[in-house]
């Protein structure tokens, strides 16, 4: 430790004594003695305290040398051992100034190839200590501002997974990465580059915003000079999760979303009609038209394909028609997303609106009559939208064609009833994008609010001739006080089954059907992904319980001592057809293993078996339809009645 001590002041005053000739030559000899000396302190098994006296003047070693295969040997040699330092306090400080010492203009003028090739494994160490990453980005935007001598937008890879990476927030670790949001908003002065002087205490999720915002200004300054190759790092970096599932603020959505916002932060650098332009266009299609992507990127996807093609309105809408037509098949989801930028494309077109309105028109119209409700609902506002506008700038010929469509769309619409366009995709009011059209939510739930309020009869009686698809909504009927029927004397017992989408298809079930009693082998599995996917949440509106298999014997007598008829779903020598039994208001039903059925020791306590007719060859339903279908059975007989009917 003395030792260190002593060469850190030579490397701090040395150059100070003798002429000048003679202090280089000292400094020459002395450097190779301090190599030696340094290089075996590193290879051996030194406490980190030790070797962080070494990694905080590397960068005063790198000054002194002038031989700079020197320099790059003893750097390889310090960066190989990081890999085997324990991980403890003084490791964060060596990583610090590691980064400082391989970005710094002096070391980069002697081996700019060397540090390339470290960057993947510090950005591996940076996933465990943030600021590490900090220390990156900072080091390399100053780098990219001398781009003639460092080769700026040769960095740019590394700029790209340094803006990619950062923390996934939980749901339970949201809360407090709001409230850090909420502090960056309050305090607007704050100055990213000043938390490297508190990173120690600083909050993670402030260290990760700052890296992503210092990150995003870098690929905006080379966008400036480069945006081919910007466009070709972030379309390579999304590719690798292209048709790829993903879920909400999952790190496949998270990274999805950065790459697209980043592409439409760099738009204004897009030249318009340009290959990059076309690049950008065509790279977007793909992902509409072949993935399943979540609202929020679906919504920038739309806002970057307006902002290009918006001088040229009327060949975007014909490109993006014929495309889709060439599609082997374009689903609902796909046309509610394209409607936006089809309709503002139409605003857009200055050369011959009303070409561009008859273009949307002749798209969207056969989609007013589709089987799709949300299809159906969003076309229908499109049309009377473009018809609107139409009115406004006297359009003449295009209202003379279309003009009667608006009185047919009424009335559809008042025979749905009061709807918002947001709900329909699971978003809220802050998250949509309507660049042309602020007004454009807000104006259709007054318009869908007040098309109900002056109903006359005759409205009325057209309305009850229309046969339009319509989800049923509890909450309604709630709020209009109907007696809601339930079957709390019902019991489904689960046990016997193993699939957790069969459970989670019989837990839907049994919300629906008011059966507010499960009972599971384990209840741990309403967590698992597979129920929960056939399960929608139901399972948090109903009782579900726990019976080990072991226990199921003794807890059938139970329920036949509390006066409940257990009967199970089996095919025996003396089972009776569905349709010809009658079920008691008590009822238990047990249901059958997938593979095995119901236990041969429990058949004799059970007080009847039943089994569903079938006409069919395989003479086997699944356990969930079997579930469902004799579920039906009982409401039917026991609380279906017509004031309860909801749909």
């Known amino acids: ?32 003695s301090l190599f030696k000396l340094y290089s075996g302190i590193i290879i051996k098994k030194c406490r980190n305290e030790v070797l962080l006296c070494i990694y905080e003047h590397l960068i ?44 710094s203009v002096e070391y980069l003028s002697k081996s700019k190839e060397s540090a390339f090739l470290m960057s993947d494994s510090l950005l ?25 001598i460092y080769g700026g937008s040769e960095w740019l890879t590394t700029i790209v997974d340094i803006y ?31 938390i490297i002087n508190i990173s120690e205490q600083s909050n993670p999720n402030i260290i990760n915003t700052a890296c992503r915002i210092i990150s995003l200004d ?83 996807f739309n806002l970057v394909l307006i902002i290009l093609l918006q001088g040229a309105a009327f060949r975007g809408i014909e490109y993006i028609k014929r495309v889709m037509s060439m599609s082997a098949q374009v689903s609902p989801s796909i046309q509610i997303g394209l409607m936006p ?41 499109i049309i009377k939208r473009l018809i609107h506008e139409a009115k406004e700038n006297n359009y003449d010929d295009f209202l003379n064609k279309y003009q009667h469509l608006e009185s047919c769309i009424d009335t559809s619409i008042k025979a749905t009833g009061p709807i918002k366009l947001s709900h329909l995709n699971s978003l809220t009011e802050k998250t949509l994008l309507e660049p042309k059209d602020p007004s454009l939510s807000i104006a259709i739930d007054k318009y869908l609010e007040n098309a109900t309020k002056n109903d006359n009869q005759q409205d009325k009686t057209e309305a009850l001739n229309l046969n339009i698809q319509k989800k049923i909504t509890p909450w309604k009927n709630i709020s209009e006080g109907n007696d809601i029927p339930t079957n709390s004397e019902f019991i489904l017992v689960a046990t016997l089954v193993d699939k957790p989408q069969n459970l989670g298809g019989l837990s839907r079930t049994c919300e629906a059907f008011g059966i507010p009693n499960l009972v599971l082998n384990d209840a741990k599995i309403v967590q698992n992904k597979e129920f929960q996917s056939l399960s929608m949440s139901s399972e948090g509106w109903i009782n579900i319980t726990e019976i080990k298999i072991k226990d199921l014997r003794e807890h059938i007598m139970d329920y036949k001592r509390e006066g409940y008829f257990v009967v ?4 025996t020598t003396n089972s009776i057809k569905l349709n010809e039994f009658r079920f008691p208001r008590k009822t238990v039903l047990i249901l059958g293993n997938e593979k095995t059925g119901i236990a041969a020791n429990l058949i004799p306590i059970l007080d009847k078996c039943i089994e569903i007719p079938q006409f069919g060859q395989t003479r086997s339903l699944n356990v969930h339809v079997a579930g469902a279908t004799i579920i039906w059975e009982y409401v039917k007989e026991h609380s279906l009645r017509p004031n309860h009917m909801t749909a």
């Open 1 to 32: 430790m003395k030792l260190v001590k002593k060469h850190r002041w030579f490397l701090n005053k040395s150059p100070i004594f003798g002429n000048q000739e003679s202090c280089q030559k000292r400094t020459k000899i002395y450097v190779k």
């Open 60 to 103: 005063h070693f790198v000054n002194v040398s002038e031989a700079p295969e020197l320099v790059i040997k003893f750097i390889n040699t310090c960066h190989a051992r990081l890999s085997n330092l324990k991980k403890d306090f003084y490791f964060k400080k060596i990583l610090i100034n590691f980064v400082n010492t391989i970005y």
């Open 124 to 148: 591996e160490y940076s996933k465990a200590y943030p600021v590490v990453r900090l220390h990156m980005i900072t080091a390399i935007k100053k780098i990219i501002k001398c781009d003639d």
């Open 164 to 194: 990619l990476q950062g923390v996934i927030t939980t749901k339970d670790e949201r809360t407090e990465y709001f409230i850090c949001q909420e502090f960056l908003e309050i305090n607007k002065s704050f100055v990213f580059e000043n």
């Open 218 to 300: 870098a690929i905006l300054d080379l966008a400036k000079n480069s945006v081919a190759k910007v466009i070709i790092s972030l379309r390579t970096e999304y590719l690798k999760f292209f048709k790829k599932r993903y879920f909400p603020n999952s790190e496949t959505h998270i990274k999805k979303l950065r790459i697209t916002q980043a592409l439409l932060l760099i738009l204004p650098y897009v030249k318009e009609f340009s290959k990059e332009a076309i690049q950008i266009g065509v790279f977007l299609l793909d992902c509409i038209l072949e993935e399943a992507n979540q609202p929020c990127i679906k919504q920038i």
């Open 341 to 381: 930028t089809f309709y503002h494309l139409a605003l857009f077109d200055t050369e011959d609106p009303m070409r561009s309105f008859s273009a949307v028109m002749s798209l969207v119209l056969p989609w007013t009559m589709g089987s799709q409700f949300k299809v159906r609902i969003y076309a229908q506002d």
């Open 568 to 571: 199970g779903a089996e095919q």
